[in-house]
């Protein structure tokens, strides 16, 4: 964390043209994200023009290069509107954008009026189609910085040692539409986009390292069964129906990549806590020519933690923005998102296997106690997108963007990939000119000798966009392997029959799955079999029930015969022997401990108890890279005199789900909001020590694991709440000396004693 806000630098500056002096009092909150704007408004509406006003300090747009991939040197500010007053597309000023042209106060409107026609042309066009897959989704920059480790391997150039090389990243999740919520149970896209001196790079990867199919003919089918009923369009963003459980039964090569969903992997804690994977294998070629495959991964500095389901459903409801605002909060307090990116490599041998799993095969990983992942290169996101639409929705990614050093293989589902993306662009983002929209454009050179097209935006000079030529001097040239060229690896492929077959090896769909299952810990199984059992109790079919519990018998009996009982069906027997398969422990998230950066903190407190506390602690939070939220009866500012504490949160708006952990600053009074018809959580019959709503608060936090602490009385608190003094998690001291505690147990993500499994 900065000492200061970093928005404060840029607010002090502008607040001298906005307002002549002084900005508008923020408070004193610096650090605390959420702001909207870099200055404060002023109570009443301004009317001294002004020009607009710069991005926040957190905030970053497109690199300012040409169409053709040439840096321009202008300020971002180019790109964005300019100018004090109000004008049409065509920069004519306007004098009123309220009232429509017509034939008196009360007549008709006249067909002349321009100013109309422009602005609701424009408004109707506002939404393009969303994607079909990864619609829901939220970006941000950053850079990326090569430890040189690749270098052995890979001629890539922004794999050398030391080289910095801009990103733009976009996570997503899969089947929702875009207005659904962030954190419902579904694989999440991890899309990287490398600005490299060679040309774009994307990393089109996901949360989880393999996928439903085996071929990129399948996916249709997969889409299809996961979105919402045809008939009903319900439920949305969601695989709990009958049509995604009746394919996945049927389809068993989609087992293993379900067992990942119905993980704790399928509802991450954030972005920022989420691993990512290439999925595919790719082949990496040197400056020797040697080719070695490949395994792409990304392994978040945080660690890979999640969400629990409860959390996950109350959180789709009362902030179903969550995961993205994570995101941007965490990158304006300046606690910058990182992930190493990491390789396993493997021999590029004729059978394209290693360790008897086949590489080509997306349904299948290599575990790394087998081979390690080897760092390469360290991912910082340090600036949130200035604008959603020309960033985050506008972006294009494709796994055939490719750079020397980095090939594809003959994986059938990447091959699939690799065709398809172009036809989703085109029809997205309106021609084939989308690699000039300012997110995508390359930061290298660009002479392709395409011409035309909607939204042509490059002006192209000479007459010759063919080849060969002579009136343009020959221009362009043919690059060769020494002068940076792509070039194909000239891998042998073998003749044989045309047939619609997968290699014998694709026919095992149960040993990685009873891998993921022996790999996981007691309560992460626990997690696994009431997913399974939630799922499959909203499917109306009992067929389909039946079918899924005949495939979960081919992976583990336990997991079968519990995931029975939730249903009250029979267990089926195996129709397969158990995979004697050894268990993978880098896959279990729990045993660990992980860096706390830019995990909220909630402070409990009122205009009563202890505000010298209630800052310390608000400060060491603070000063630990955290990010503290006030929760009080009402809204405003507690404390007086010169260091006043402004409320974030009060005890109708806040609920635990927000918070990694809570700090109670005594045992603060009811609100004056507390009673059924104006807060229904503060009807609550039971006796309660404090608000009710407070009550629910505490109750909740520990619940899910969240550490809780507190001073000053909040231990009657806690006996209400029916929680000991001195259990684990529970901690009481005085003020800020609880913070120490609180990090201990928040690098353990829960305190996981609090979820017994089953014996």
């Given at each position: 964390?900065p ?8 607010t002090d500056?502008?607040?001298?043209v ?8 923020d408070?004193p909150?610096?650090g605390?994200p959420?702001?909207?704007a ?10 001294s ?19 053709t ?8 500010a ?10 049409t ?10 009232h429509?042209?017509?034939a ?11 100013h109309?026609?422009e602005?609701i042309?424009?408004?109707d066009?506002?939404r ?9 989704g ?13 270098q052995?391997?890979?001629k890539?150039?922004?794999?050398a040692?030391?080289?910095?090389t ?12 875009r207005?659904s ?6 694989t ?10 060679e040309?774009?790079f994307d990393?089109v ?5 393999v ?9 249709p ?16 963003a969601q ?24 993980s704790d ?10 691993e990512?994977?290439?999925?595919h294998t790719f082949?990496l ?10 395994k792409?991964?990304?392994?978040p ?19 179903p ?5 994570d ?33 080509l095969d997306?349904?299948k ?16 996101l340090?600036?949130?997108?200035s604008n959603?639409f020309?960033?985050v ?6 796994t055939?963007h ?5 090939d594809?293989t ?9 065709f ?8 997205r ?8 929209l300012?997110?995508?454009r ?14 042509q935006t490059a ?10 030529n002579s ?24 003749a ?13 769909h149960f ?46 009996s336990?997991?079968?015969?519990q995931?029975?009982v ?8 195996a129709?397969?022997?158990l ?5 993978s ?7 660990r401990?992980?860096p706390?950066?830019?995990?909220t ?6 205009q009563?108890l ?8 608000r ?17 405003g ?30 045992l603060p ?6 009673y059924g ?5 503060a009807?609550?019959p ?8 407070v ?29 000991s003094v001195g259990?684990a998690?529970?901690?009481?001291t005085e ?13 353990a993500?829960?305190?996981?004693e ?6």
């Amino acid at each position: 964390m900065p000492e200061k806000n970093p928005v404060q630098a840029v607010t002090d500056k502008i607040a001298e043209v906005v307002h002549g002096g002084a900005a508008a009092a923020d408070g004193p909150d610096d650090g605390v994200p959420g702001k909207p704007a870099p200055v404060s408004p002023q109570l009443v509406e301004p009317t001294s023009p002004v020009e607009p006003l710069p991005p926040k300090a957190d905030q970053s747009g497109p690199e300012t290069v040409s169409p053709t991939g040439q840096p321009t040197g202008a300020d971002q500010a180019r790109m964005a509107q300019s100018g004090a007053y109000l004008t049409t597309a065509q920069g004519v000023r306007v004098s009123d954008s309220d009232h429509s042209l017509k034939a008196g106060p009360r007549g008709p409107v006249l067909l002349q009026d321009h100013h109309l026609r422009e602005k609701i042309m424009h408004f109707d066009h506002e939404r393009i189609p969303e994607r079909v897959v990864h619609a829901r989704g939220s970006a941000a920059h950053g850079v990326f910085q090569s430890y040189g480790t690749a270098q052995a391997v890979s001629k890539a150039a922004f794999l050398a040692r030391d080289v910095e090389t801009p990103v733009f990243v976009r996570f997503s999740t899969v089947l929702g539409s875009r207005g659904s919520a962030d954190t419902v149970r579904d694989t999440r896209g991890f899309a990287t986009k490398f600005y490299t001196e060679e040309g774009v790079f994307d990393l089109v990867g996901n949360n989880i390292p393999v996928f439903f199919i085996q071929d990129a003919i399948k996916f249709p089918d997969i889409i299809h069964a996961g979105k919402p009923h045809p008939d009903r369009e319900i439920p949305q963003a969601q695989s709990a129906h009958d049509t995604f459980w009746d394919f996945v039964s049927l389809h068993t090569e989609a087992s293993h990549h379900t067992l990942w969903n119905m993980s704790d992997r399928g509802i991450p804690r954030s972005y920022r806590m989420m691993e990512g994977f290439g999925v595919h294998t790719f082949r990496l070629v040197n400056a020797q020519g040697t080719t070695t495959l490949v395994k792409f991964h990304w392994k978040p500095k945080l660690g890979v933690h999640s969400l629990v389901w409860e959390e996950a459903q109350i959180l789709a409801g009362v902030d179903p923005d969550f995961h993205r605002r994570d995101l941007f909060d965490a990158i304006e307090c300046g606690a910058f998102p990182q992930w190493e990116l990491g390789i396993q490599t493997f021999p590029d041998t004729a059978d394209q296997t290693f360790e008897g799993i086949d590489l080509l095969d997306p349904t299948k990983i290599i575990p790394e106690e087998l081979a390690p992942v080897k760092p390469v290169g360290l991912l910082t996101l340090n600036a949130n997108p200035s604008n959603f639409f020309a960033e985050v929705e506008q972006v294009a990614f494709h796994t055939g963007h490719l750079v020397p050093g980095i090939d594809a293989t003959d994986d059938p589902l990447l091959a699939g990939r690799n065709f398809s993306y172009l036809d989703t662009q085109l029809t997205r983002l309106g021609g084939p000119n989308f690699p000039q929209l300012p997110i995508n454009r390359t930061h290298a050179p660009v002479n392709d000798m395409q011409r035309d097209g909607m939204h042509q935006t490059a002006v192209h000079r000479g007459v010759a966009p063919y080849k060969p030529n002579s009136l343009d001097g020959g221009c362009p040239f043919f690059a060769g392997a020494d002068t940076g060229a792509f070039i194909e690896v000239p891998v042998e492929v073998l003749a044989g029959r045309k047939v619609r077959e997968a290699p014998a090896s694709f026919s095992d769909h149960f040993s990685q799955p009873r891998m993921f299952w022996l790999s996981m810990s007691p309560v992460e199984r626990e997690h696994i079999i009431a997913a399974y059992t939630f799922e499959l109790s909203k499917c109306y079919e009992q067929a389909i029930k039946e079918r899924t519990l005949a495939v979960l018998a081919n992976i583990d009996s336990e997991l079968c015969a519990q995931v029975a009982v939730g249903l009250g069906l029979p267990v089926p027997a195996a129709t397969e022997p158990l995979a004697d398969v050894p268990p993978s422990p880098a896959l279990s998230q729990i045993g660990r401990t992980w860096p706390v950066d830019g995990r909220t903190i909630g402070i409990v407190t009122d205009q009563a108890l202890d505000m010298v506390g209630v800052q310390e602690v608000r400060q060491a939070v603070l000063d630990a890279g955290m990010v503290p939220l006030v929760i009080a009866p009402a809204g405003g500012v507690l404390g007086a005199g010169g260091d006043p504490v402004t409320v974030q949160r009060t005890f109708a708006t806040a609920r635990s789900v927000e918070f990694d952990a809570l700090i109670f600053a005594g045992l603060p009074g009811a609100g004056a909001d507390a009673y059924g018809a104006r807060d229904a959580k503060a009807g609550d019959p039971r006796p309660a020590a404090s608000d009710p709503r407070v009550m629910a608060l505490l109750t909740e936090a520990y619940r899910h694991g969240k550490a809780v602490a507190g001073w000053g009385g909040a231990e009657a608190l806690f006996e209400a709440a029916g929680i000991s003094v001195g259990e684990a998690g529970v901690v009481v001291t005085e003020g800020a000396q609880a913070l120490p505690q609180l990090m201990e147990l928040m690098g353990a993500h829960r305190v996981w004693e609090r979820f017994p499994a089953a014996t």
